[in-house]
């Protein structure tokens, strides 16, 4: 998973991007301003984009207020140090997701950011997703290799839905299961393990090159 760090102080903003990378397992990229913030945002294709409030050249609130105002559908969370009831509402008024005070547990930064990743931003722009020699239909929930249907559980479904809508990006066992199997659940990750294995021996028995690739101590990453 892709994120996109804006923050001005030197020292806070190495903290972040160590802990999200290290703890959280995303790939970071991490700005200094809102002009900046605001480039790599309609630039590259992130998940979340984590945005301090005050940053020079631009702040978080335009910086979000832009952005929604082009029609940028991903998850915004806004960082700042005010606090206030009002403060708040400016903050989600202007389009952010979620919104987190300093000073923060990095801990509750990482709670906050699962929680922005399981909802669902991307609009799907159609029914039916095309890929290799498979293309699956989400209205009725069947996959289809060279038009011949290939049976899948609800969760072997659900992952490759999930796989599909995050194409190219790395998806860490953690989300996988919040996605997946949902908040408290008692499964684990070996459940992930399994279930990616059991959709990998549908997909991939007749294909030269793999398209779930495992990133070792990490999670997964699917490749059309």
Known sequence: ??????????????????????????????????EDALA??????YDVLVVDWMMPLMDGINVCKKLRS????????????????QDKIVGLDAGADDYITKPFEMDELLARLRTLLRRNFAPIHSDVA???VFSLNRSSHQLFRNNEEVFLSQREYQL?????????????????????????????????????K????????????PLIHSIRGVGYRFEN
């Open 1 to 34: 998973m892709n994120i996109l760090l804006a923050e001005d102080d030197p020292k806070l903003g190495k903290l972040i991007k160590y802990v999200l990378e290290n703890k959280g397992g995303y790939q970071v990229d991490w700005v200094r301003n809102g």
């Open 40 to 45: 790599y945002a309609e630039g590259s294709s």
């Open 70 to 85: 082009d029609r940028y559908y991903k998850a915004i969370l806004l960082l700042t140090a005010k606090d206030t009831l």
């Open 130 to 132: 095309t890929f290799r």
């Open 160 to 196: 490759l839905d999930l796989f599909l809508q995050n194409t190219g990006n790395v998806l860490t066992r953690e989300v996988i299961l919040d996605r997946i199997w949902g908040v408290g659940s008692d499964v684990s990750y070996k459940n992930v393990d399994v279930t990616v």
């Open 198 to 209: 059991m959709l990998r021996d549908k997909l991939e028995s007749d294909l030269d090159q």
